[in-house]
């Protein structure tokens, strides 16, 4: 890799960090600069600015979520399986990047001016695919067809999302070994009681 790929990586993974664990208006350009140890002006050079910067971080850490779901469509699931599958992946992603879902909570419940160019439409593109998936799943007859496809869809995304949201509290009343066990054990359980629920009886 050449060196200025390297220092654009390398800002784009130290400022990952501190606009998750900061917030993006309490993190500073020259924060970013001296933290990844290149000079601030790159920050201008490869991304036009700071907001530049942050936009680009959230691109590729939603990014992530959407490659896991293309690559699961690939294998031409069935609803049960492709549901088990985003909950798994995402589960997966949370663990090797808490950054992620930090980054989007942020954006949530304070949201910058990347929340409707970045984060919603995306957004927006993940929940439509969780939904296409239970809406096959009615047409099968596996689901059942009082459900609200899109409402189950959100169901499912939060009830993922916030054991991740609460782990530090969720590890100390488990008394966690900093495994992961029992968040991949939260997720297996999760996701039989929710296709339990939505499942044709």
Known sequence: MDKDLQSRERLLEIAAGLFARKGYAAVSIREIALAAGVNSALISYYFNGKQGLYQAVLEIEISLVLAMLDRLKQTNPDPCTFLRGYAVGL???????????????????NPTECFESVVRPRIRKIADDITAAIVQGIAAGIFREDINPLLAALQLAGTVNFFFLVSPLANAFLASDGSHRHSRQYI???MEVFLSGIRRN
């Open 91 to 109: 589960a997966e992603l949370h663990i090797e990047r808490p950054s992620l879902l930090r980054l989007i909570s942020a954006e949530l419940t």
């Open 188 to 190: 297996v359980q999760a």
